[in-house]
């Protein structure tokens, strides 16, 4: 009897707990899916985090072993969307972040850049060494030149030696008694010519001043003004700045230049407040221009001016957002766009002002 009543009641536990159990793993099947959707794509990875782990190990192994085509495997099995442009910007926000060249891992991610055709002239200047001062030629001494006038009078004192001695008499013998004969006639002393005196140097013609060059237009040109990339393609960073930095010809950073955007609606910034020659715009939803306005001593400057940087998505070119993996292609962005499916107030850029001499 007691069996028969534990029989029965496991059948009823079995009916209640199995419907129950299988409705919460559909449910978990479904807010799992739900958040791989939302968290990439087709050909984004999972973790940003262990993406840029991962392509750190890689640029260290290459540079180490020097072997592209290993490295570029490995990158390929990340599936990213644009492997080239990740590297070059993944490189680029490191330089940005302060890690110069005592940073391996910025030097391996630009060796690596570099090898995929991608490193830009902006990363070798901000991760150049200082070049050593080359050591002073020792000046040659002077060596003695003989005048011409010194030459002249040598030869012509020659000539006159030569003269004289040619010019003696010779002796002539004295007629005896007996002698009926006429004396023979003095032999003819040979004029001596002239020798060719060499003429005086001509006058050196003075060297020609070399024009100085000519000065460029303006104080600071617009080095690099982009969207900096989205790491995982359908997602949004979340970040809202231009970061904005201000260096000298040779890419050295300055510091005290004042910048400010075109129409003067949001308070100036100096470089120098967020790191050597750096400075930032919080971008809410808005968007400028932004251009030079002071030199690092106070004394107006003249500068290019960036396009517009703007949280809008209406105001970002498609180009810029299929480079920076936002869309996929024109396409997607035109459609993305339509739906609202891009990141309407949070894009974030980086902008480099120098010198122009």
Known sequence: MNNKLNAKILLIIVILVVPLSCLALAIASVFVGFGLTAATS????????????????????????????????????LNLPNTNQYISFMADRYIQENAGTDDPNTQHLFVLASALGVGTESMALALATPTPIPTDTPVPTDTPTVVAEEVVAEEMAAVEVAAAEDQQPTDTPEPTATDTSEPEPPTETPIPLPTNTPAPPTDTPEPTATPEPTRPPVDFVVAEAYLIPNPVYNSCPGAHQIYVTVVDVNGNPIDGATVEDTFRVVPPHVSGEKGPGKLEYDLWDNGFSLEVT??????????????KLSSWDEDIPDEWLVQANYC?????????????????????????????Y
């Open 42 to 77: 087709a050909s984004g990875p999972v973790d940003p985090e262990a993406v840029e782990a991962e392509i750190i190990n890689i640029a260290a192994q290459y540079a180490e072993t020097n072997d592209l085509a290993t490295a570029q495997q490995q990158l390929a099995d």
């Open 294 to 307: 002071k030199k690092a001593d106070g004394s107006p400057a003249t500068s290019e001016v960036t396009p």
């Open 328 to 356: 996929l292609d024109i396409a997607d962005c035109v459609a993305r766009k339509g739906h609202n499916q891009l990141c309407r107030g949070h894009y974030a850029y980086n902008v480099t002002f120098q010198k122009a």
